[in-house]
């Protein structure tokens, strides 16, 4: 039969001993008492354990600033101690736990910022929106004022630092701008022989850049034909979207395409003023539109002799004012 002391030996345990299946030892007993309070009378004293009515055991979480407790609204001090909360980095945002339910840690990225997702939603939150597929009209992103936005660094795809209200006038227009004026100044090429009524006076010839752009349109507002020969003589101003030949100079006019043909506008006599040395005629309000030749800001003029005339090879000017679209 054991001894005392064999059983006091049995029952107690070695410090750091594993633990074995069937051992022996004291239980350790507690005191249900449904509402706390103190069961020992005097600081010091022995007490027991003591657990609620479901049996779990009353502890004491402190609140001070060496305890793992905080109260809740209480003002942070420097070197309060705490409980770290841990987050694992995961570079690429994956899940880290297999079931829905089962328990998962905080992730980060590989500068330490926390993952989060924004619940889809109609009221005060972004949520899940592709900004790049909103569709143009009055569905802004929040209150926008774009007065105060901030300066946008110069750049290949962007406007950069513009103040748009200070930029000066000048030819760089904000996209594809109408209303531009061009004036075009051509020395007419003509033959030099004794013409009759119908001769061309002078080939079909280019005027030069007179659009805003290639294949552009625009109206005739104005021609001046300056006559540097003094003639003063009956002419029509043949005006074409392409270079189609309106016959021979010299040679009665005949054109096989009158389709090319933008509009005529005949200068008479009466239409010069005599500035003693030469003649000048103004043709205001002209009105004919105009159609660049395929590809190109140019147009093509011939011009017919109406009456008997004789000029040198750069005797006439015609200066063309065109208002572009």
Request: hydrophobic fraction near 45%; glycine fraction near 10%.
């Amino acid at each position: 039969m054991p001894t005392v002391a064999e059983n006091i030996n049995e029952l107690t345990k070695t410090e750091d001993v594993a633990h074995i299946s069937g051992d022996k030892g004291f239980q350790l007993l507690a005191v249900r008492n449904d509402v706390l309070a103190a069961l020992a009378g005097t600081d010091g004293d022995y007490a027991p354990l003591q657990v609620d009515a479901s049996g779990a055991l009353f502890v004491n979480v402190a609140t001070g600033a060496a305890d793992l407790g905080k109260a809740e609204d209480a003002v942070h001090a420097s070197g309060d101690t705490g409980v770290q909360i841990l987050a694992v980095r995961n570079d690429t945002l994956a899940a880290l736990a297999t079931t829905d339910g089962d328990y998962a840690p905080l992730q980060v990225d590989a500068n330490g910022a926390l993952f989060v997702k924004l619940a889809s939603n109609t009221g005060v939150d972004i949520g899940d929106v592709d900004v790049l597929s909103i569709a143009a009209g009055d569905n802004n992103i929040g209150n926008v004022d774009v007065v105060t936005l901030p300066a946008l660094a110069a750049g290949t795809n962007n406007i950069g630092d513009v103040d748009v209200l200070t930029v000066a006038a000048g030819e760089t227009h904000v996209g594809n701008v109408g209303g531009e004026c061009a004036l075009t100044r051509t020395v007419m090429t003509l033959h030099t022989d004794a013409n009759v009524s119908n001769d061309v006076l002078a080939a079909t010839q280019v005027v030069s850049a007179c659009l805003r752009v290639n294949d552009g349109t625009g109206i005739i507002q104005s021609i001046v034909v300056q006559d540097d020969d003094d003639n003063g003589a009956n002419i029509d101003l043949v005006f074409m979207d392409a270079n189609t030949s309106i016959g021979a100079e010299s040679s009665t006019v005949s054109m096989a395409d009158n389709d090319t043909i933008l509009g005529i506008v005949h200068v008479a006599t009466s239409d010069y003023v005599d500035m003693i040395n030469s003649k000048v005629a103004t043709m205001a309000n002209v009105g004919i539109g105009i159609k660049g030749a395929t590809g190109t800001d140019d147009i093509y003029l011939g011009i017919v002799a109406r009456n008997t005339s004789t000029y040198s090879a750069s005797g006439i000017t015609v200066s063309i004012f065109v208002l572009n679209d």
